[in-house]
């Protein structure tokens, strides 16, 4: 079996005290590797200090890329210039079509270079995690009770995987950080005690895939849906 992979660092971005709580509370059931690194903060994102680094941000937005509300609005007014506001989701959906045809299937996650484009590069950051969590615009997610799980396993999916092609000289710069938000809690509807089980389970269970019963991992995740 080969080794765990090395995750990079994970910041999470907590919009009130209350996600805070929940994620520690969920740590505490649901105990992490201790190879896990993880950063928490408890602010907006414009408050963020320009001296934190991150290579990647995760960006939930609909199947389509838009960006129109909460955190993803905020991230497209911090990175796109002045004269074009609309310049990140602009790039995402350039890169999505010519990745997907345009479509994310919910519960998936696509790296967006912001290589060789006019977007600003706050926090240091060279790539966009794109999550669908719905297909399409705002809207109550609730019914689809492990999309958080999903996204999650999907970004650390597509980091190992960019990196380890890194690693293989084909391409430069690894993701070394990444800053993450709670998902599906804002329209999507979640409480901040389903995201944030659901996030420790879907990091544990990846460092540890290959190990204990596929049955006991199913179970764990269910038992988040009452959350």
């Known amino acids: 079996m080969p080794p765990p992979p090395v995750l990079p660092t994970i ?8 996600f805070s709580s ?14 896990i690194k993880i950063h928490h903060h408890t ?13 990647a941000i995760l960006a939930p937005t609909d199947a389509y890329a838009r960006m129109s509300g ?9 990175l796109s210039p002045s004269h074009a506001p609309s310049a990140l989701e602009r790039v995402a959906q350039e890169q999505l079509f010519a990745a997907h045809r345009g479509f994310l299937v919910p519960g ?18 060279r790539w966009i995690a794109l999550c669908a969590t719905t297909r399409a615009g705002k809207g109550d997610v609730r019914w689809d009770r492990e999309v958080v799980y999903e996204c999650v396993w999907a970004v650390l999916v597509a ?11 084909e391409g430069e710069g690894e993701i070394k950080s990444v800053l993450m938000t709670p998902l599906a ?4 509807g979640w409480s901040a005690e389903r995201w944030a089980a659901q ?17 006991g991992r199913t179970w764990e995740v269910e038992q988040t849906w009452g959350l």
């Open 11 to 18: 910041h999470i971005l907590f919009p009130s005290p209350t």
């Open 22 to 35: 929940a994620f520690t509370t969920a740590t505490q059931f649901r105990a992490l590797p201790p190879s």
């Open 43 to 55: 602010t907006t994102l414009s408050a963020l200090p320009s001296s934190l680094h991150f290579d």
């Open 70 to 78: 909460g955190f993803s609005a905020a991230l497209s007014r911090a």
């Open 108 to 125: 998936n996650c696509l790296l967006v270079s912001l290589d060789d484009t006019l977007l600003r590069r706050r926090w240091g950051a």
């Open 159 to 169: 980091l190992s995987a960019h990196n380890a092609r890194v690693r293989l000289g």
């Open 185 to 188: 809690t804002g329209s999507g």
């Open 199 to 215: 996030t420790v389970l879907a990091v544990r269970h990846f460092v540890e895939a290959g190990k204990g019963s596929i049955e």
